[in-house]
């Protein structure tokens, strides 16, 4: 049975991971792995940027992409509450986390895993599969910033926290995904 069909399974509980770098093609493979399931909510997570023509430019592609029948909510940072909102019966496609985790950066440390935890019961909640798109940051340079180091903590840190969880997981890099279950083993 291949992936597609799997995850296009009515009534099965899926929490599929989907992480890489930057322009990797992950968004296209998560849009993929829901493309048969006959209900799709296209959950974005990102700051709208109206003032940014480039981001405007990369939400436009998105949305031309997504099937016409594929619901979309925009959360912004409120996405356990979002999830709760959205009938079980529908798979959902979040679109990113990095942005979920953008949004709370303010938050001090227990305020932040008390988010996370939120989220953590939203989505265990779910009937429907789950399709999470997650950025891999620190593949390069060391952030100059604090902020920047957070982010990439924070992040790095959930993703770890959700393998645990995860039916599934790809790594997407150049256009080719990988089966990080078929291939990796679980660091101890």
Known sequence: MGVVDRIGACGERDLILVSG?????????AEHLLGHHPAVTYVATSDPRPEDPAWQERLRLHRQRRPEAW??????PALAWGLAS?????????????????????????????TVADLLTALQTRKQPVVLVIEETGWGLVPPTA??????????????????????SWLVVQGRAIDLHQVGQRVP
């Open 86 to 114: 959205i009938a079980s019966d529908r798979a959902l496609l979040i679109d990113s986390l990095g942005g979920f985790v953008a949004w709370h950066l303010e938050q001090v440390e227990a305020q932040w895993q008390a």
């Open 21 to 29: 770098p930057s322009r990797s093609g992950k968004s296209r493979w």
């Open 147 to 168: 902020i920047g180091g957070l982010f990439r903590d924070r992040l790095g840190a959930l993703a770890q926290r959700l393998e645990g969880l995860a039916s599934r």
């Open 71 to 76: 619901q979309l909510l925009e959360c912004g």
